[in-house]
């Protein structure tokens, strides 16, 4: 046997369910909040994210998927997709083709992790990101979306960090702070903190080495070194959230693990999870169109873990679409007539279920039982030669004959129907 590779899952049937209704409450929030869907392939060139991440982190350093193809190109499978987004945004200069440049994207990312509960080589990934808005009612309004997703998931039990890491104006400062504080510190830190600190010293709060959390807990704070700019760029992120009713907390250590971000950075913890309980997470990225060669654009994303957001919706969420009908057949002149009514109501748009084997009438019912369906119906016999079916009713057990013709409405008006929600009823 060829088993699949470690830190990628298969999605089974009975799982896939959740991940279809996930996948289905993401496209209609991101849908009502005015993004466009974008794909972009998950392979590109290396230098990308080499520019793009950053060269300072953990993605580029360590976990990319980079190798020379047959025609000697540096490729990577992409470990996020805010680079790819930004390349697409600048390659088909988007900002003129789309009114106002909302975008989201729903796939694969590649990081070379070690695997654990929540943390896979290969993940899925919402990506949802708005171009050209420097106004922070834009990132309150990111976070809303966020925190809307995670709502409308059924996701409880969650909380919202915010951070701001300042502008490539008033970061040098809050460098050469950590530098400062830290002073001969820097030897006792593990190497890649080691690294970081050489590199890029905000890096050093992605450190999860137990060993080093005392002393960076100690570090100074980004927000107590932001220039006048993006204090009230940050003072109007957090009352735009205020606006919202969402609650947050600060978190001084949120710098995100990516080398992009300008001033607002956030994450939604869930915390039903285990270590790995970062539902999503983004931020402001200011310069990054222009550093991937495109117009001096602000950007404002986040990113969510399709795998986490999974784990964390209740457990009856994503329900299996229940067939319709399963038809069964007495006796071979059956099968053909069975087949036709199948595709009818098929394509009426029912969910049909249908025996291929010509089994025993007994054997068929038994399966139509394991499948679920709501009905079954009977093709055979004496109802056969007048144009009629025998359908029963799997729920109640009665059973009635009717026109070929009747079938359709009758599936169609025994329908479990959804409510339809109203304003009142929704606004908090
Ligand atoms: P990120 O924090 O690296 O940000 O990833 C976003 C989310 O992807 C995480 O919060 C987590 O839920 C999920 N995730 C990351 N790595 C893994 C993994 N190995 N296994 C399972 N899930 C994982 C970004 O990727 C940025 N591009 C977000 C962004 C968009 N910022 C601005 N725009």
Redesign the pocket.
């Known amino acids: 046997m060829i088993s699949s590779i470690r830190g990628t899952r298969d999605i089974l049937p009975g799982e896939v369910e959740r991940w279809q209704h996930l996948e289905r409450v993401a496209r209609s929030v991101c849908e009502r909040y005015g993004y466009r869907e974008i794909r972009t392939p998950v392979v590109e060139r290396e230098e990308l994210f080499a520019k793009g991440t950053g060269e300072s982190t953990d ?1 580029v350093q360590k976990e990319m998927y980079t190798f020379v193809d047959k025609g000697g190109e540096h490729v990577t499978l992409r470990p ?3 680079p790819s987004i930004v390349r697409a945004f600048v390659e088909h200069s988007l900002e003129q083709a789309l009114p106002t440049v909302k975008l989201f994207t729903l796939g694969p ?1 590649f ?1 070379y ?1 070690r695997p654990q509960k ?4 290969q ?1 899925h ?1 919402l ?3 708005a171009f050209g808005i420097i106004d922070s009612s834009l990132d309150a309004e990111i976070i809303e979306t966020a925190a809307t997703l995670v709502a409308e998931l059924g996701i409880e039990d969650v909380e919202l960090l915010i951070n701001s890491v300042g502008c490539p104006g008033c970061r040098p400062a809050f460098g050469q702070a950590l530098l400062k504080a830290l002073g001969n510190q820097v030897p006792k830190l593990c190497a890649d903190c080691q690294r970081r600190a050489k590199m890029n010293p905000l890096r050093i709060f992605d450190c999860k080495v137990q060993a080093d959390q005392l002393i960076i807990d100690a570090l100074p704070h980004s927000i107590d070194y932001l220039c006048e700019d993006c204090r009230e760029h940050f003072n109007k992120t957090k009352r735009g959230l205020g606006v919202y009713g969402l609650d947050y907390r600060v978190s001084h250590r949120l710098v ?3 080398d992009y971000y300008t001033r607002t950075t956030f ?1 939604i913890l869930g915390h039903s999870l285990g270590a ?1 309980n ?6 402001r ?1 200011d310069g990054l169109v222009k550093r991937l060669g495109g117009p001096d654009r602000a950007g ?6 399709l ?2 957001l999974v784990l964390a919706m209740p457990g009856d969420a994503g329900a299996i679409t229940v067939p319709d009908a399963f038809i069964a057949t007495i006796g071979e002149e059956a099968r053909e007539p069975a087949q036709l009514l199948a595709r009818d109501l098929r394509h009426a748009g029912l969910t049909i279920l249908i025996d291929y084997e010509g089994r025993s009438p007994r054997s068929q019912m038994k399966r139509a039982d394991r499948t679920g369906a709501r009905f079954v119906l009977i093709v055979g016999g004496n109802e056969l030669a007048q144009g009629e079916v025998s359908i029963k009713n799997m729920k109640t057990g009665e059973q009635d004959t009717l026109a070929r013709a009747d079938v359709g409405t009758r599936l169609f008006s025994t329908k479990p129907v959804q409510e339809t929600p109203t304003l009142a009823n929704l606004c908090r």
Do not use: C, K, P, S
């Open positions: 993605i996020e997709a805010t990312m990081r992790e929540g943390r896979y080589r993940f990934q990506n949802v990101e995100r693990g990516l994450e790995q970062a539902v999503l997470g983004g931020g990225y404002v994303g986040f990113a969510a873990g795998e986490r």
